[in-house]
T-cell receptor
Framework: GQNIDQPTEMTATEGAIVQINCTYQ??????LFWYQQHAGEAPTFLSY????GLEEKGRFSSFLSRSKGYSYLLLKELQMKDSASYLC??????????FGAGTTVTVRA | IAGITQAPTSQILAAGRRMTLRCTQD?????MYWYRQDLGLGLRLIHY???????GKGEVPDGYSVSRANTDDFPLTLSSAVPSQTSVYFC????????????FGPGTRLTVT
C-alpha cells in the first residue's frame, strides 16, 4: 500500500512563493503526480515526475527524490486564483493512483 | 468537447435503496477509475478498469460494484446504500500509458439519509 503525507493547510501572500511538501512510503513506485482542485470542482493535472529532479512549468515546479520518498510543488508569483487544494498522488506499478489528503493553500492580498 | 461526463450531478438517496452513478468518456481511454472524496481523507479508489471487459478492486470496494461493457462507459452501483456512503464521487480516465495523467469528471455529490 501507499502512505502519503502532506500538510493540511498553508497560507501565503499574493506575489510570494509557497512550497508544498509531500512524503511517501510505497510498495511500488511508477511516478508522482500533483493535481490542483478548486473548491467544488474536479482535480486537474499539474505535473508529473518519474525521475529525480526538478520539472518546471511556468509558475509551477515540481521536484522528486525517489531515494528519500519526497516531492515538493513550488508555486511562484502567487495569484489569488491559486487558492485551492493541491493533491500529491503516487502511482503504483498497476497505474493506480494513491492520493494524499491534500494541502489547502489560501492566498491573501 | 472531449471529456468525461457524470450523472447525476447530485442525489439524495434513502438508505437501503439501489443507485447507479453513470460515467461516460469520449477520449477512447483504456483505463477508468472511480474515487470517493471525503473531507480530510482525500481521494480513495473504489474500483478501476484497465480495459473494457476487466475490472479490479481499489482501496474501498465494499458496498460498490462496477462493470465495463465497452470503452466509453463505467457505471458504479451501490446495491443497498448506507449513510457512510455519503460522499462526492469522481470518475476518471487515462490512456493507461506511462506518464499519462488521469482526467476527472465533474463529480456526483451523493447524500444517503
Amino acid at each position: 500500500g501507499q502512505n502519503i503525507d502532506q500538510p493540511t493547510e498553508m497560507t501565503a501572500t499574493e506575489g510570494a512563493i509557497v512550497q508544498i511538501n509531500c512524503t511517501y512510503q510505497t510498495s511500488g513506485f511508477n511516478g508522482l503526480f500533483w493535481y490542483q482542485q478548486h473548491a467544488g470542482e474536479a482535480p486537474t493535472f499539474l505535473s508529473y515526475n518519474v525521475l529525480d529532479g526538478l520539472e518546471e512549468k511556468g509558475r509551477f515546479s515540481s521536484f522528486l527524490s525517489r531515494s528519500k520518498g519526497y516531492s515538493y510543488l513550488l508555486l511562484k508569483e502567487l495569484q489569488m486564483k491559486d487558492s485551492a487544494s493541491y493533491l500529491c498522488a503516487v502511482r503504483d506499478g498497476d497505474y493506480k493512483l494513491s492520493f494524499g489528503a491534500g494541502t489547502t493553500v489560501t492566498v491573501r492580498a | 468537447i472531449a471529456g468525461i461526463t457524470q450523472a447525476p450531478t447530485s442525489q439524495i438517496l434513502a438508505a437501503g435503496r439501489r443507485m447507479t452513478l453513470r460515467c461516460t468518456q469520449d477520449m477512447r481511454h483504456n483505463a477508468m477509475y472511480w474515487y470517493r472524496q471525503d473531507l480530510g481523507l482525500g481521494l480513495r479508489l473504489i474500483h478501476y478498469s484497465n480495459t473494457a471487459g476487466t475490472t479490479g478492486k481499489g482501496e474501498v470496494p465494499d458496498g460498490y460494484s462496477v462493470s465495463r461493457a465497452n470503452t466509453d462507459d463505467f457505471p458504479l452501483t451501490l446495491s443497498s446504500a448506507v449513510p457512510s456512503q455519503t460522499s462526492v464521487y469522481f470518475c476518471a480516465s487515462s490512456d493507461g500509458t506511462s506518464g499519462s495523467e488521469q482526467y476527472f469528471g465533474p463529480g456526483t455529490r451523493l447524500t444517503v439519509t
